[in-house]
Nanobody, 124 residues
Framework: QVQLVESGGGLVQAGGSLRLSCADSGRAFSSYIMGWFRQAPGKEREFVAAINSNGGSRFYADAVKGRFAVSRDNAKNTLYLQMNSLKPEDTAVYYC?????????????????WGQGTQVIVSS
């Protein structure tokens, strides 16, 4: 059973940094592809970043490339998203998600389990 809990969101000024965490209480974390998505008010959920099961491959949306970094610690069953140089347009609820092996980690339907989300607000 996968249970994902995000933390680390908050209010930050533009140009600042935040680190999101996503903890899984299950026992199969290391077998899943893990992803981060976000949803701003009035907008559809969008892909942010993904990482394969052993951390060897990482994928990013163009909007966050060079500013965000996804990582995982399989020994701690935890996924991270380091967000630097934050912009007001990064304001959203951020969700972590887990996927069985998939050819397309960049779309929400590929993911089987979702966390409840954590709010990130970037002020200008």
């Amino acid at each position: 059973q996968v249970q994902l809990v995000e933390s680390g969101g908050g209010l930050v000024q533009a140009g600042g940094s935040l680190r999101l965490s996503c903890a899984d209480s299950g026992r199969a974390f290391s077998s899943y592809i893990m992803g981060w998505f976000r949803q701003a008010p009035g907008k559809e959920r969008e892909f942010v970043a993904a990482i394969n099961s052993n951390g060897g491959s990482r994928f990013y949306a163009d909007a966050v490339k060079g500013r965000f970094a996804v990582s995982r610690d399989n020994a701690k069953n935890t996924l991270y998203l380091q967000m630097n140089s934050l912009k007001p347009e990064d304001t959203a609820v951020y969700y972590c998600a887990a996927s069985r092996p998939t050819k397309n980690p960049g779309i929400a339907p590929s993911y089987d389990y979702w966390g409840q989300g954590t709010q990130v607000i970037v002020s200008s």
